[in-house]
Each structure stands twice: as C-alpha cells, then as structure tokens.
C-alpha cells in the first residue's frame, strides 16, 4: 500500500468512528438506562401484582413505562386543587430542613428552567462576565433583584448574577456586578444551559446557523 492509500483508510476509519460512536454510545446509555430503571421500578411492585411472574420472559421497558405512566398520574393529580394543596405543604416542610431545603430548591429551579415551567423562572437572563478574573469571560445569569440593604451601599446600580459551575450548575456562586460589567446575551436561558451542560462541547444550532448567516454577509 501507497502512504496515500494508507491516510485515506486513516481518514475514513475515523470518520466512521465520529459516526458510529456517538449512536452506539447512545443506543448503549439508553439500554443501560431502560435496565436500571426496570430494575428499581419491578422491586417496588408486589410480585403478585408484576406481570413478568406470569410471563415465561421478562419485558424489557416494562418499568420506564410504569414509571411514565406513574409521572403522569402524578402530573394530572398535581394539576387540581387537592394536588396544588398538597404541593403546596410539601413545599413548606421542606423549605424548614435546613440543608435539605437548598438542594430541593436549588434541583426545582434548574428543574423549572429547563423545562420551561413555572410563571417565573430562575434565571431571568443569560448574560456574559469577567470571572473568575479580568481578561476571562464565562457565561452567568440575572436572577432576582439585589437586596436594598446590600444596594444602598454601593453608589452605582447593582446586578443579581448566578455563575453556575460546569457541568452542574445547580452549584455556583452569586454575585453582586456593577450593571455595566454584564454584557447581555442573544440567548434563551436553555441555550445557555445547553452549552454549560456540554462543558462548551454542545452550542445551540439555532445560534451557530445564525452566525453563519452574519458571517455571509459580512463576506
């Protein structure tokens, strides 16, 4: 074989790799997934009650179908008054656990935001800061409004920021920028949190078509 030969096998060995790995990983995650859950969910049913005693083979999905149909009963009982109610007290035992009451707040508002749920959403703005020094850019986010004892205290406007960290942004840190320091973002906040989930690995199409088309233009 010619060295030219042998750089082509090279090239198209790894173009099939940047193919077939990321579908094989997927397709292996999404197995492994489908078991752990059948798993847990066939534990908790009664075993006169499971279906796969009677049956000579198991049924593979059996619990994420359980398991679907069981988060949409709950979704359907949340929705009345009586499951409002509920939530409602749920809520208020849990914001009295000190420790316990951050997490489940913290998780409900990652939660809230990535789903689109909720009149009001954690984060209000994706916006981008010099952190964790000058000359650094990472991306944060507006959330609610400064505390008046903290804003009379400073001469010049105040902006609430959560720097979330990568790949888990339900921990981070909150900061008190000068509003001028923030530079706003052309971004929903779930593209936002696309990108810091992916650890910059994963941008939003719709962003990258839209600077292509500026690109163009420009040339």
């Known amino acids: 074989m010619t060295h030219k030969t042998i750089q082509s096998l090279k090239a198209y060995l790894l173009t099939g790799i940047l193919v077939t790995a990321p579908i094989a990983i997927t397709i292996f995650l999404a197995i492994e997934l489908i078991h752990l859950i059948d798993g847990w969910v066939s534990a908790l049913i009664p075993e006169k009650y499971n279906p796969e005693t009677y049956l000579p083979y198991g049924i593979p999905g059996l619990g994420?179908?359980?398991?679907?149909?069981?988060?949409?009963?709950?979704?359907?009982?949340?929705?009345?008054?009586?499951?409002?109610?509920?939530?409602?007290?749920?809520?208020?035992?849990?914001?009295?656990?000190?420790?316990?009451?951050?997490?489940?707040?913290?998780?409900?508002?990652?939660?809230?935001?990535?789903?689109?749920?909720?009149?009001?959403?954690?984060?209000?703005?994706?916006?981008?800061?010099?952190?964790?020094?000058?000359g650094l850019w990472t991306i944060a986010f507006i959330t609610g409004p400064v505390y008046q004892g903290v804003q009379k205290k400073i001469k010049h406007k105040l902006v609430s920021i959560y720097v979330p960290t990568t790949p888990n942004p339900t921990s981070g840190f909150l900061l008190y920028l000068s509003e001028k320091d923030v530079v706003p973002l052309d971004m929903r906040v779930d593209e936002a949190l696309k990108i810091i989930l992916s650890m910059g690995i994963v941008n939003p199409e719709k962003l990258d078509q839209k600077n292509s088309k500026k690109t163009k233009l420009s040339n």
């Open 64 to 134: 994420v179908i359980i398991l679907l149909i069981f988060l949409i009963l709950v979704g359907i009982f949340t929705a009345n008054f009586i499951g409002q109610s509920t939530e409602r007290l749920w809520n208020s035992l849990i914001g009295k656990m000190p420790v316990v009451s951050g997490v489940y707040n913290a998780l409900r508002k990652v939660f809230e935001t990535l789903l689109g749920r909720g009149k009001e959403t954690a984060f209000r703005q994706p916006v981008l800061i010099q952190y964790p020094r000058k």
